[in-house]
């Protein structure tokens, strides 16, 4: 059953005892259950505040485990990250596919344009990244947790690789090819998921490790965040 809808089901059947009543004494008008009435009205108020507050700490700590916060890393780090970085909370999930060794990385590429330059980097999230069962041993796992680091990275190059060919300094360009490089490693990162069934099919996983080393290596002019536009015109 879908997690929201049995979190919903929860709602529903914790409030239930107080809908019943609220029925019950709207169904007999008496002027003694009227003060009942609204101190049923109250507390269903003050509970509902509760529940809304606790939904949103609990979708928060969904979001970005700030119990345990780790800044995020980048990729000139990559070497030392470990398991240990995956500090994000996953209150429901327990399997994929059935198999309760999983994990979820968290990526991005993140751009910032000044007047002549533009820095794009890849970011590793790990108080968004969880992996299930902390203790899980798996070197295999976790390379190919790590190549969508690899692979956000790759699209980061790719953008500066573009954005070092313009001829003239111009934002709304550059925001384009930011933004197409983000579509096009989103696309990627869920493609390398199903080729390899999240890392369960071994020779797809060591296709897509060869090919993304051999491209990486073919762009490492654009490892260094910050490139510097001079306008050729």
Do not use: W
């Not at 809908?19 to 009205?41: A, M, S, T, V």
């Not at 529940?51 to 970005?64: A, E, K, Q």
């Amino acid at each position: 059953m879908n997690d929201y809808l049995i979190i919903i089901l929860i709602v529903l059947l914790y409030f239930s005892p107080v809908f019943y009543q609220i029925y019950l004494l709207l169904k007999e008008r008496k002027e003694e259950n009227k003060k009942l009435l609204k101190r049923l009205l109250r507390f269903t108020k003050y509970s509902f505040l509760i529940l809304i507050f606790t939904s949103i700490v609990f979708g928060i700590l969904s979001h970005t485990n700030f119990l345990n916060y780790e800044k995020p890393i980048t990729f000139d780090k990559y070497d030392q990250i470990t398991f240990q970085n995956f500090r994000g909370l996953e209150f429901f999930k327990k399997s994929l596919y059935g198999n309760e060794r999983f994990a979820y990385v968290v990526t991005s590429i993140d751009s910032e344009i000044d007047d002549n330059s533009v820095t794009v980097q890849s970011l590793f999230y790990p108080s968004r990244s969880f992996v299930y069962k902390k203790n899980t041993n798996s070197p295999e796992l976790l390379t190919h947790e790590k190549y969508h680091i690899k692979i956000t990275e790759l699209f980061a190059r790719k953008a500066k690789e573009e954005i070092s060919n313009l001829k003239t300094f111009d934002k709304n360009q550059i925001k384009g090819i930011i933004k197409d490089a983000e579509l096009k490693e989103r696309d990627f990162q869920k493609e390398y998921d199903y080729n390899t069934f999240h890392s369960y099919v071994l020779s797809e996983q060591k296709r897509y490790e060869k090919e993304v080393d051999s491209l990486l290596t073919s762009l490492t002019k654009y490892s260094k965040p910050k490139i510097i536009i001079d306008d050729k015109n």
